[in-house]
C-alpha cells in the first residue's frame, strides 16, 4: 500500500489500486478532532474527490482504541459562544463534503466514535465497526449538544425516537446494538476490520463510477425533501445515466452475456 503524507500533520493518506483510505492520526488523544485536524480532512476529502484515479474512500482511526473520541475537550473548553458557532459550523461544512463528495465514503470504526467521532461516521455512507467499538454522542454530559451534524443525521438514519433516546441519555451503544438499530453495517473482528472493509469498498470501487455517484446523489438528496420530490430527482438522474457510456456498455453486456468493461464516463 502506498501512502503520502500530502502535508498533513494529523492525517495519513494510503492508496491501493482505487481506494484510498484517510487515518484520523492523533493517537495520543484517542483521535480527537481539533480544528487543525478538521481542516485537514476537509482538504484531503476535496483533494481525494477530485482525483480520478481513487472511487472509493476509506475514514479510520489511528491505533487500536479509537475511531475519533470526539471535539477536543481540551480545545472545546475555551470557547466563548461565537468560536462554538464557527467550530460547529466548520465541523458540519467539512462532513458535508464527505457526504457530498460523490464517491462512496466508508466508516471503518476501529474503536470509540464519539461525539464528533459518532458525527464524522455518520457523514460517511457506510459504516462497519471493530467488534468492542462504541458508538455515542456523550455531548449532553458536557452540557451541550452535538453540533457536526449529529442532531440532524442520526435522527435520518436511526429514526427520531432511537436518535433522541441516544442524543439526551449520552449513552455509548456497543456494536450488537449498533447493528440492530441500522447504526453501523456490519461488524467484524478488530483484526479483520480493514480488510473487510478494503474488500467491500474494491467491490464498489469496480462498479461504474457516474451511476455510482448519482445513486449516492439520489439517496442523500432525497433524504431532505419529500417522497416527490425526491422521485423527481431520481427521475433526472436515471434519465441522465443514459447519456453516459457506461449504461450502453452495462446492458450491451448484459444481452450478450459478458462481463462489462467499465468506462467511467
Ligand atoms: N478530547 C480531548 N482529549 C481526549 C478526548 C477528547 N474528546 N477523548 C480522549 N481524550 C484524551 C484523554 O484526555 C486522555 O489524555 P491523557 O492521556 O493526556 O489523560 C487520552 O485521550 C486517553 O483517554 P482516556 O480517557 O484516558 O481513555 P479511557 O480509555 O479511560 O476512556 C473514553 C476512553 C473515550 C471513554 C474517554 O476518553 C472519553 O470519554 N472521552 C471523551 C468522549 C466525549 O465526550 N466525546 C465528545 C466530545 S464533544
Keep these: 500500500m502506498a501512502s503520502d503524507s500530502g502535508g498533513y500533520e494529523n492525517l495519513i493518506i494510503d492508496f491501493k489500486d482505487t481506494v484510498a483510505t484517510i487515518t484520523i492520526n492523533r493517537p495520543d488523544v484517542l483521535n480527537a478532532l481539533n480544528a487543525e485536524t478538521t481542516l ?3 482538504r484531503a476529502v476535496d483533494s481525494l474527490a477530485a482525483d480520478d484515479r481513487f472511487h472509493v474512500l476509506i475514514i479510520t482511526g489511528a491505533g487500536e482504541q479509537a475511531f475519533v473520541a470526539g471535539a477536543d475537550i481540551g480545545v472545546l473548553a475555551t470557547y466563548d459562544p461565537v468560536e462554538a458557532r464557527e467550530a460547529a459550523r466548520l465541523g458540519q461544512s467539512t462532513f458535508d463534503k464527505i457526504e457530498e463528495c460523490g464517491k462512496p465514503v466508508i466508516a471503518a470504526i476501529n474503536g470509540y466514535a464519539l461525539g464528533g467521532g459518532c458525527e464524522l461516521a455518520l457523514a460517511c455512507h457506510i459504516r462497519f465497526a471493530a467488534e468492542g467499538a462504541q458508538i455515542g454522542l456523550p455531548e449532553i ?34 456494536t450488537t446494538d449498533a447493528v440492530r438499530i441500522g447504526l453501523v453495517n456490519a461488524v467484524h473482528p478488530a483484526d479483520s476490520l480493514m480488510e473487510a472493509v478494503y474488500k467491500f469498498a ?64
Excluded at 247 to 255: D, H, P, R, Y
Aim: aromatic share 4%; charged share 25%.
Design 202 to 265: 474494491s467491490k464498489l470501487a469496480s462498479k461504474p463510477r457516474i451511476a455510482m455517484r448519482y445513486a449516492l446523489e439520489a439517496v442523500n438528496q432525497g433524504m431532505n425533501v419529500t417522497l416527490k420530490e425526491g422521485q423527481a430527482i431520481e427521475a433526472d438522474l436515471f434519465g441522465l445515466c443514459f447519456a453516459t457510456e457506461d449504461q450502453t456498455e452495462g446492458m450491451s453486456a448484459f444481452l450478450e452475456k459478458r462481463k462489462a468493461n467499465w468506462k467511467g464516463r
Design 141 to 174: 454530559n458536557l452540557g451541550v449538544i452535538p453540533g457536526h451534524g449529529g442532531t440532524q443525521r442520526l435522527a435520518r438514519l436511526i429514526g427520531k425516537s432511537a436518535a433522541t433516546e441516544l442524543i439526551c441519555s449520552g449513552a455509548h451503544v456497543n
Design 40 to 42: 485537514e480532512l476537509g
